[in-house]
């Protein structure tokens, strides 16, 4: 069974840092992308950040550049999101999603073929 756990989430100071978590299981980590995502209450749903496991190549929405990092551990089927400078427009629920292609399709349309349940991050002003 496909799995991904999301968690790391919590409230934190605008100007803080947050790292999330996602632990994958019940495929074979290195042949998947692995996403973030996230959506806010009224809001569209947003892509993040995305990683390559095969080579940890890695794309980032604009809104994020700069301040958001994400990496990957092939070694723990986990794949981390280090969240710098957060501010409260950040606030939403992130969850994490795989897909077997690669490209910035993904973010741009958040366009995964299988997404997990989320964590929520609270950035308050």
């Known amino acids: 069974e496909v799995q991904l756990q999301a968690s790391g989430g919590g409230v934190v100071q605008a100007g803080g840092s947050l790292t999330l978590s996602c632990a994958a299981s019940?495929?074979?980590?290195?042949?998947?992308?692995i996403g973030w995502f996230r959506q806010a209450p009224g809001k569209k749903r947003e892509g993040v950040a995305l990683?390559?496991?095969?080579?940890?190549?890695?794309l980032y929405a604009d809104s994020v550049k700069g301040r958001f990092t994400i990496s990957t551990d092939r070694s723990k089927n986990t794949v981390y999101l280090r969240m710098n400078s957060l501010k409260p427009e950040d606030t939403a629920r992130y969850h994490c999603?795989?897909?077997?292609?690669?490209?910035?399709?993904?973010?741009?349309?958040?366009?995964?073929?299988?997404r997990g349940q989320g964590t929520q991050v609270t950035v308050s002003s």
């Open positions: 999603a795989r897909d077997s292609r690669w490209g910035r399709f993904l973010i741009d349309q958040v366009d995964f073929g299988f």
């Open positions: 990683i390559a496991n095969s080579d940890g190549a890695a």
């Open positions: 019940g495929f074979t980590f290195k042949d998947y992308t």
